[in-house]
């Protein structure tokens, strides 16, 4: 997620304000992408100006203008003004761009528009891992889906390895119940995962080590892990803090140097 080679070349990335350039910029550098800054070109009279009522307006008509040339979209506003920028533009879910909406702290990658068949909802996990932000998915076909699996393995492990120890851990229950996996920013770019996750359309929430560090959620630590990646665990934390309000139904469950755990939704 964090590959470069993995960019995103036809990707608008809108900013409303010169605060977010910052933001922005460590967006492309990661994801690649188009940056728009629209109050360079807001014109009042024969002079630019800087953004206000007046500019706003003008930077809406030039979304609207600039809408249709870029598949994705990463909009770093507020919903509000995401939501008034794209008023009237809205046609069809199976060809509207994919729009996701980022605040300004970067702490939120809401999948706004075009989430499932337009690839917003995935597009949402990958912004939110470049920066360390929550996907934030809404979707009917995502919601319904209970568990949350974390993914902790040795380097080098195959796409094959993840299936059998999903399979695994995950018995009788279908892989079409998982919402998402979890896994720690070590782990980001491991081939096997990111087949296994592409292989079957899952998305893969990337969580700082550091977060991990500070809740660091085990039934049993692992002398192994806490030597190779400075953790007591990492399949149990990452399933349960990405799965923050449901509980553990499969601990740790390891095999062939994959380990998986599964956590399932309360409500």
């Known amino acids: ?27 492309q550098e990661r994801l690649g992408g188009v940056l728009y800054r629209p109050w360079l070109h807001t014109i009042k009279g024969d002079q630019p100006v800087a953004p206000t009522t007046h500019a706003a307006a003008t930077q809406k008509q030039q979304f609207a ?33 994919a729009v996701v909406v980022l605040d300004e702290a970067g702490r939120f990658a809401v999948s706004l528009l075009a989430g499932h068949e337009g690839g917003a909802n995935r597009l949402a996990y990958r912004v939110a891992n470049a920066i360390g932000a929550v996907p934030v998915i809404t979707t009917a076909t995502e919601a319904l889906k209970p568990l949350v699996v974390g993914i902790g393995c040795r ?30 920013d070590l782990k980001a ?18 969580l700082a080590s550091a977060t991990v560090a500070a ?28 799965g923050n309000r449901g509980r553990l139904i499969v601990p740790k469950t390891a095999l062939n140097g994959v380990a998986v755990a599964v956590v399932e939704d309360n409500i």
């Not at 770019?189 to 990337?206: I, Q």
């Not at 085990?218 to 399949?235: E, F, R």
Request: proline letters at 7%.
């Open 215 to 242: 809740r660091p959620w085990v039934t049993k630590a692992s002398d192994w892990v806490q030597q190779n990646v400075g953790l007591p665990g990492v399949c149990e934390p990452c399933a349960l803090i990405a």
């Open 65 to 97: 203008a600039a809408y249709r040339k870029h598949p994705q979209w990463i909009m770093i506003a507020a919903g509000g003004i995401a939501v008034r920028f794209l008023e009237g533009l809205a046609q069809d879910k199976h060809s509207d761009p």
């Open 1 to 27: 997620m964090y590959d470069k080679d993995r960019s995103m070349t036809d990707c608008g990335i809108w900013l409303v304000r010169p605060e977010s350039e910052v933001l922005a910029l460590a967006l």
């Open 189 to 206: 770019n491991e081939p096997g995962l990111l087949e296994f996750c592409e292989l079957h359309d899952l998305p893969l929430r990337v």
């Open 155 to 184: 380097k080098g492990v195959t796409a094959g390895q993840i299936a059998a120890a999903m399979h695994l851990a995950l018995g009788e229950r279908p892989l079409s119940e998982v919402r998402e996996i979890a896994t720690i």
